[in-house]
């Protein structure tokens, strides 16, 4: 079956400016999550939504980070004038259900701030 | 706060070898521990631990859980050049919510 989807699959911006990245949940799937991953480091959780409940932002670096999601689907993670080192590759996962069970990651986006 | 650490940070072996990744961590209100594999981009599932002693196999790999000395086991036996990839641990405590914590990962690459 389908799996975790994201667009665009890379991003080169310019520095100030804004982006907007989505991410297509495996359907069905009612938490979803997105990571960021910077060249050579490990995955930093960003944001965490679980069906129509106020998200887990804890993980957002700043206020210039927002994310969005509606029910159980398309989630857009948005970045504000956006830095270099905002730079990484940006992954969501989805799973069935919240306590303990496997993510499925998606094909990343990959952002390149100049 | 809740921390992962794996060892070692990188190796190198032929085709053939074993290896063994290491995995300790301390999580509040731990519930279970997952290894992914990081090949290009998307980490993809290969296991999830949560009960102490109990070999999870898939193939060449299986997982260990030791919930009293907080660590975790993976085991690549046969290695392939198709292994080569960052495995990554990743605990989870209900204490974070239900966010991964991942560790920084073992880079892995295997010789023909």
């Known amino acids: 079956g389908a799996g975790v989807s994201q667009s665009p699959s890379n991003k080169v911006t310019e520095k100030g400016k804004d982006v907007e990245l989505r991410c297509d949940p495996i359907s069905g799937h009612t938490a979803l999550y997105w990571y960021r991953q910077r060249l050579g480091q490990g995955l930093e959780f960003l944001i965490y939504?679980?069906?129509?409940?106020?998200?887990?932002k804890s993980g957002l670096p700043s206020d210039r980070f927002s994310a969005e999601r509606t029910g159980e689907s398309v989630s857009t993670l948005t970045i504000q004038r956006t830095q270099q080192e905002d730079s990484a590759v940006y992954l969501c996962?989805?799973?069935?259900?919240?306590?303990?069970?496997?993510?499925?990651f998606g094909p990343g986006t990959r952002l390149t701030v100049t | 706060e809740d921390k992962v650490v794996q060892s070692p940070l990188s190796l190198v072996v032929h085709e053939g070898d074993t290896v063994t990744l290491n995995c300790s961590y301390e999580v509040t209100n731990f519930r279970s521990l997952l290894w992914y594999k990081q090949e290009k981009k998307a980490p993809t599932f290969l296991f999830m631990l949560t009960s102490s002693g109990i070999e999870k196999k898939s193939g060449r790999l299986s997982s260990i859980l030791d919930k009293k000395e907080l660590f975790s086991i993976l085991n690549i036996t046969a290695t392939q050049t198709g292994d080569s990839a960052i495995y990554l641990c990743?605990?989870?405590?209900?204490?974070?919510?239900?966010?991964?914590?991942f560790g920084g990962g073992t880079r892995v690459l295997v010789k023909p």
């Open positions: 996962a989805s799973s069935p259900r919240t306590v303990g069970y496997e993510q499925y």
């Open positions: 939504f679980q069906g129509n409940s106020a998200p887990d």
């Open positions: 990743a605990p989870l405590g209900s204490a974070a919510g239900n966010k991964l914590t």
